[in-house]
């Protein structure tokens, strides 16, 4: 307990740390016990050790954190190579890609570097470990009050309550579970009429297939194709749902910021892997833009969607751009950007962009949401940590071969086509809303689904089940209320019949 106020109560230091492979924990130990009392630094202000992903699981360096009772950090070696360090050696970019590991993953979350780079030296070896000391700015919870008025970032970002107060597992699915297939659906976002029969037959081949165990190296290499990336920075996931647990629970992070409104899996992934979440909200006067610095220095992982869901805000890329740094594991939900005309904004393929992970889903434009298939794709020791997480074989063969089939020529034309209907049906149901003083729909929408408000949205929503619609709740998403729906885009002559139950439920709630 003491040692816990301790830390509380001083400027927290971060050690950055490397070693050979074989080092013992002991010999950490000593080199840093040795650089903090030599710096007059209080051992118990140590709050986190950094390294490079590759040495996150080096037992000496593991060992090390557990007896100081902080996290190991592992960061990627291209994050650590973008970090400017002051006693870089051209030995070590050379072996690992970073000048100084332990400089440079000190300074990876920002701060001042209080000791430098130095080894343990024994006597009978060449030095096996390095360290840096540096002391980063301590983070000033709203609760506390403190000096003065809070900045911008800490306005956005409340501290998280072990309860969330929205039901982040509810999802559009349930407003159809029980229905009987009596409802027009306009609650889940999967293109209607899919898979389209030559997918199906596809998908049918494969069974025969079945007694093997899954490869997925094609359909990697696939996918790996269609974005211009090498297959080593794809990984294939059991739908996109499975990629923000393997995020939650394959990295190291310690100030994890979710912006909302969005999809709610990945909150309550790293809610379940006992993770405290801070939220970013963004506001409906501003038109759910995002502005990049609503988001604090000290988030190390950030998650955001383009286009967004529910909100239907397809963000700037040079925006999103911004938002990465070294230290940072950005994440982008693109689970619908194959239904923006062009995917004008995707970051898919960048790799000039610390820290990125990009998410894709072929559940909404394909109708595979039964066979769940997605993949992720980022640099290759991110993906490393990401399958350390997943069990074997996750993705099934069926589900591969679809992945590979929607990677043809035939089947992106197809999806490009698809993302052009899309708009023309989104552009007319917006043009039918306009027309109801009562709706205030979310503007531009770019997604294949419109947000809307509604006074008595909660009225309107069970007046449309009773018409044969069923409309998506928004008060499960954070920054949302009872007042807004979600509306999946059709095709005219559906949206035609809903606009008619609209103007209906509109006049049973609002007389």
């Known amino acids: 307990m003491a040692d816990e106020t301790a830390r509380a109560a001083a400027a927290p230091l971060v050690v950055g740390v490397g ?36 040495k996150a699981h080096e037992p000496g360096l593991v060992g090390a954190a557990t007896a100081l009772g902080v996290p190991l950090v592992g960061y990627a070696a291209g994050e650590l190579a973008a970090v400017e360090v002051p006693h870089g050696s051209g030995v070590v970019l050379a072996a690992v890609g970073t000048p100084s590991v332990a400089e440079a993953a000190a300074l990876a979350g920002g701060g001042q570097l209080l000791v430098p780079k130095r080894k343990s030296s024994p006597a009978d070896r ?10 980063r700015p301590r983070l000033r919870p709203i609760a506390e009050g403190g000096d003065g008025p809070p900045t911008r970032s800490e306005e956005a970002m409340p501290i998280p309550t072990t309860e969330a107060p929205h039901d982040l ?7 159809v579970r029980d229905d009987g297939g009596t409802l027009i659906d306009l609650a889940v976002n999967v293109r209607t009429d899919t898979p389209p029969a030559w997918l199906r037959e596809r ?29 080593e920075r794809v990984l294939l996931t059991a739908g996109a749902a499975e990629a923000f647990v393997l995020l939650a629970r394959g990295l190291t992070f310690r100030h994890p910021v979710v912006v909302h409104p969005q999809f709610t899996g990945p909150e309550a992934a790293l809610r379940d892997a006992g993770h405290e979440v801070r939220r970013v909200l963004l506001r409906a006067e501003d ?15 950030v998650v955001v969607g383009n286009p967004t869901n529910p909100t239907s805000v397809l963000h700037p890329a040079d925006t999103l751009a911004q938002l990465a740094r ?54 290759a020791e991110t993906l490393a940590a990401l399958q350390r997480a997943q069990p074997l074989w996750p993705v099934s063969t069926p589900a591969l071969v679809a992945a590979g089939a929607c990677m043809e020529p035939r089947a992106l034309a197809e999806a490009a086509e698809a993302a052009v209907r ?46 044969g619609f069923a409309a998506r709740r928004g008060d499960t998403f954070p920054g949302l209320g009872a007042d807004w729906l979600r509306l999946a885009v059709r095709d005219r002559p559906t949206t035609n019949r809903f606009l008619q139950a609209l103007d209906q439920a509109l006049t049973l709630t609002h007389p």
Do not use: N
């Open 19 to 54: 070693a050979s492979k074989g080092v013992p924990a002991t010999e950490v130990l000593a080199l840093i016990g040795a650089a903090l009392a030599d710096a007059g630094l209080d051992p118990r202000a140590v709050v986190e050790l950094a390294t490079v992903r590759g």
């Open 126 to 135: 060449a030095a096996m470990a390095t360290c840096a000391i540096v002391r």
């Open 169 to 175: 597992r509810h999802h559009g699915d349930a407003e």
């Open 203 to 231: 998908i049918a081949d494969s069974l025969t297939g079945l007694a093997a165990y899954p490869d997925g190296r094609s359909a990697s290499a696939a996918v790996a194709a269609r974005h211009g990336l090498p297959a």
């Open 287 to 301: 038109g759910f833009r995002l502005d990049p610095a609503a988001v604090p220095e000290e988030a190390d992982l």
């Open 326 to 379: 070294p230290g940072r594991t950005l994440v982008v939900d693109e689970a619908f950007m194959d239904a923006v005309p062009g995917e004008r904004e995707a970051l898919a393929g960048r790799t000039d962009l610390p820290g990125l992970v990009v998410l894709r889903s072929l559940t909404k434009t394909w109708g595979l949401a039964g066979l769940r298939i997605g993949y992720v794709l980022a640099e």
């Open 422 to 467: 899309v708009a023309a049906d989104r552009a007319h149901l917006l043009a039918g809303l306009a027309e109801f003083e009562e709706v205030r729909a979310v503007e531009p929408a770019e997604g294949p689904f419109v947000l809307i408000r509604i006074d008595g949205a909660t009225q309107v929503r069970e007046r449309l089940r009773t018409l």
